[in-house]
């Protein structure tokens, strides 16, 4: 199995902590980042009796002001993979935008970083995805309308994720995987290890542990790339996973490349 090293940031959230537990399963190390040091005993403890090894860094990502201060972060850690799992409501273009950008920059900057996931959402999105239906349309306008200030921070932290994969795989002809995971409503309570990856309505629901699995299968292989809608569904997850890539699935479709 290979071993991979890999930055959480926004290391304490839901879905960052059950990665983690699954990362550490897998023999791989762990880096994660949190802002509250007393948060640090729970993460350790997710390490207790697992094979890979966990490191917890005390940041404020509200104190990361360029992408020479997130490079400076990745150089001294030296990852193999990147995971932006965090949000905040009440500094969203601080956090889930600029903070974002910024360890993206330093990231595909970085040429021991091979991979890199966000965790985003099905509505984030310039235009109307073409496999919806006419509700599926009003669904993601009332989403949008609802959080106008998240939906615009993810989505522009998604499409510089675009960006700038293209342009390190230009620059440095070195193979990049940019992964925007884009789970909908979250829910808490046991895995259900099923899922509908791909193509997905606007809205539905998922399990917390699922998105978790989800993010951990698609790290774990070297041929996934794009924009990955989920909720709930009927298919395991490392079959939807394998079919996304068999049917080369990116739900980037429908957006404009050339305009980012």
């Not at 005993?41 to 390490?47: E, K, R, T, V």
């Not at 993979?81 to 949000?87: D, E, K, R």
């Not at 306008?141 to 998604?158: F, H, L, M, T, V």
Request: hydrophobic share 40%; charged share 25%; proline share 4%.
């Amino acid at each position: 199995m290979k071993q991979e090293h890999v930055l959480i940031f926004g290391g304490n959230g839901r879905i960052a902590r059950s990665m983690t537990a699954l990362m550490l399963a897998r023999s791989w190390k762990v880096t994660s980042t949190i802002r509250n040091i007393h948060q640090k005993d729970n993460l350790i403890q997710i390490g207790k009796s697992q094979p890979g090894s966990i490191n917890v860094l005390n940041l404020d990502l509200r104190n990361l002001e360029t992408s020479d201060d997130a490079k400076k972060i990745i150089e001294t850690v030296k990852p193999t993979i990147v995971v932006f799992a965090a949000g905040s409501f009440p500094n969203t273009y601080t956090i889930d935008r600029n903070a974002a950008q910024r360890i993206i920059k330093a990231s595909t900057e970085t040429p021991h970083v091979k991979k890199f996931l966000m965790i985003s959402f099905p509505s984030s999105r310039r235009n109307a995805a073409p496999w919806w239906g006419k509700q599926d349309v009003q669904n993601w306008q009332k989403e949008i309308s609802s959080y106008p200030d998240i939906a615009d921070a993810k989505i522009q932290a998604d499409e510089y994720l675009v960006a700038m994969a293209e342009a390190r795989e230009l620059r440095l002809g070195l193979p990049f995987q940019a992964i925007s995971l884009r789970p909908s409503w979250l829910l808490t309570g046991p895995s259900t290890g099923r899922v509908k990856l791909g193509r997905t309505p606007t809205l539905g629901q998922v399990k917390i542990l699922d998105v978790a699995a989800v993010a951990t299968s698609l790290l774990a292989r070297d041929d996934t790339n794009g924009w990955y809608d989920l909720v709930q569904g009927d298919d395991c997850i490392e079959h939807a996973v394998e079919m996304c890539v068999k049917e080369g699935i990116d739900c980037f479709e429908g957006e404009d490349l050339q305009r980012i």
